[in-house]
């Protein structure tokens, strides 16, 4: 049977899934662009920053524990709504966060009324964003086989790539033309139009009414029988006691922090060591996040690759996580070749920038390997939780780290610790990865 004559509705929601993954990563990355110019005009040290950067990171850590859980229990559609919802109204109140802060301030924080107020609108961000990637792995895990998936993930994945481009483009011109505050409610706005698309075109496969039946049954060619047990009611317990949980742990905490670094802390990097201001900074993050784009997509076919030549989805895919952990070794050049063009560390971090999504996107997919449909959600909840504790980590060694040594007139060498740290991260996760879960195991009743 032919694609055609199979339909591809399925392709429509991967469309959806990518939209809001990129509206997803619009919305966060604006603190990060305006970073330089707000901590100027707020008086904010690296530390500082990095503590509004750690409420983020901890409140989105917290937030994916219970987000699985939420997402298997009320239903993908009506669970991404609110998800998104909730996220578009924290991106709206970082546009008042010094009044909010204020009242804070008046209640008793112990904060300036900047800080208290960010870290309110950065708390309100990460318990909405938290729900994107669970629920969107769970889409996936309904409305693609098996074999499909990683290529899947890898498309909506790679809508991260797309925000995280499409932001340094358009902030810096609307905070320079309409003011920072402007900047926050423009690009808040746009995840209330995704909410209409949503509606109107998502249901679950069963009830899809625009899915035609032999679409339908590619979608179900490898469907798992009714579970025994409601997925919202899988006790955690139950699923800690699995590896093959841990193995997904392990890997997100190791290299979540990464991209966060990555995502958080690069305009301060080029701001601090360059000298360049917030509109300068645009081109040169627009380059390196396009080069995001090539790991996203390539690194879901990657495995395919290998599955031709007989390895099992789950072999397949750790073979080309393998290979994909040697490319973030390239940023450990960059703060030794920096000094002849900025250009050479921001193309070496684009390529382990590119390279952390090559892995995420086999990485999120090896759940859905191994796990059923019911319990997806939740176990993508509980490693988002060990990644975003590792970015609380990675965000407070780099604000400690860029003080110290910023105080002593050698930022360079506190970032050349940090990209160190980088580039080793996805060799060291794999290895763990591989001692948990030698060997492909489904788990049928977690």
Not at 8 to 28: G, Q, S
Not at 404 to 409: F, I, P, Q
């Amino acid at each position: 049977m032919t694609p055609a004559t199979m339909g591809n509705y399925r392709w429509t929601i991967c469309a959806l899934l990518f939209f809001a993954t990129t509206v997803n990563y619009l919305d966060r990355q604006v603190l990060s662009l305006l970073a330089p110019a707000l901590s100027k005009e707020f008086a904010w040290s690296n530390s500082d920053y990095a503590n509004v950067t750690a409420v983020f990171q901890f409140g989105y850590a917290i937030s994916m524990l219970f987000a699985g859980r939420f997402i298997d229990a009320i239903g993908t559609k009506r669970a991404f709504l609110i998800a998104v919802a909730v996220w578009s109204l924290g991106a709206l109140m970082h546009a008042f966060a010094v009044p909010v802060g204020g009242v804070l301030v008046a209640l008793g924080i112990g904060l300036p009324a900047s800080l208290a107020g960010f870290m309110a609108s950065r708390l309100v961000l990460a318990v909405g964003e938290a729900g994107n990637f669970p629920a969107a792995i769970k889409a996936t895990a309904e409305y693609f086989p098996k074999q499909e998936r990683s290529f899947a993930t890898g498309i909506f994945n790679s809508g991260a790539n797309v925000g995280a481009i499409l932001a340094p483009l358009t902030v810096p011109w609307i905070a320079v033309n309409w003011g920072w505050q402007m900047a926050f409610i423009a690009i808040g706005a746009i995840g209330f139009l995704w909410m209409v698309l949503w509606q109107v075109y998502y249901d679950t496969p069963s009830r899809q009414k625009r899915l035609g039946a032999a679409e339908l049954a590619h979608i179900d060619s490898d469907r798992e029988p009714p579970p025994a047990v409601d997925g919202a009611r899988l006790p955690w317990f139950r699923l800690l006691a699995h590896r093959q949980t841990w193995a997904f742990v392990v890997g997100k905490f190791m290299t979540d922090g990464v991209w966060w670094f990555y995502l958080f802390w690069l305009p301060k990097y080029l701001a601090g060591q360059y000298g360049m201001s917030t509109t300068q900074i645009a081109l040169p993050l627009a380059v390196l996040y396009s080069m995001t784009m090539v790991g996203s997509i390539g690194g879901g076919w990657f495995p395919a690759f290998f599955m031709a030549r007989g390895l099992a989805p789950y072999e397949g895919r750790m073979r080309a996580m393998l290979v994909i952990a040697f490319f973030p070794l390239a940023v450990l050049l960059a703060q030794p070749l920096g000094g002849i063009s900025y250009w050479l560390p921001v193309l070496l971090i684009g390529v382990g920038a590119s390279a952390h999504q090559a892995w995420s996107a086999n990485l999120f997919t090896t759940v859905s390997d191994m796990f059923p449909k019911h319990g997806v959600a939740t176990v993508v909840g509980i490693g988002g939780m060990a990644g975003g504790l590792g970015g609380v980590v990675v965000s407070k060694l780099g604000g400690s780290i860029f003080d110290a040594y910023g105080a002593r007139g050698e930022l360079a060498t506190g970032y050349m610790i940090m990209f160190s740290l980088c580039a080793l991260a996805y060799l060291a996760a794999w290895c763990l990865m591989k001692l948990l879960v030698p060997r492909h195991r489904q788990i049928d009743a977690p």
